[in-house]
């Protein structure tokens, strides 16, 4: 039977992205799959990783930059990229920051992510 998600759930990460997590293992239980609305901040980045898992990114505003196994993508409004698991990726944005929803299949966790300190 379907169900309304009233809100999401506000993961708190370092470096001012801020993660709303609306399907996943925070806000719902669901570990099949996990969506999430992502504002990362001007010059926003992360450390690489390698997740065990399918990465949707759907960006909304402004350029998300992928660095990846097959070189560099950027990636802007209207577009997406796909990642593959055991891909090593790195997530950047530019100067005007980004908005992005990330779909991960099955869903993000800390673990599965394979980040690198």
Not at 5 to 19: F, L, M, T
Request: hydrophobic residues 35%.
């Amino acid at each position: 039977m379907g169900r309304l998600i009233k809100n999401a759930s506000r993961i708190p990460v370092p470096g001012g992205k801020i993660i709303d997590e609306y399907v996943g293992r925070v806000n719902t239980g669901e570990e099949r799959i996990s969506i999430a609305h992502m504002t990362a901040p001007p010059g926003w980045s992360e450390p690489p990783q390698t997740p065990s898992f399918h990465e949707y990114t759907l960006v909304l505003r402004g350029i998300v930059r992928v660095e990846h196994d097959g070189g560099v993508t950027d990636v802007g409004a209207g577009q997406a990229f796909v990642s593959e698991p055991g891909e090593k990726v790195r997530y950047s944005v530019g100067p005007d920051g980004a908005e992005y929803v990330a779909i991960c299949m099955p869903a993000f966790s800390p673990e599965t992510a394979g980040r690198e300190e």
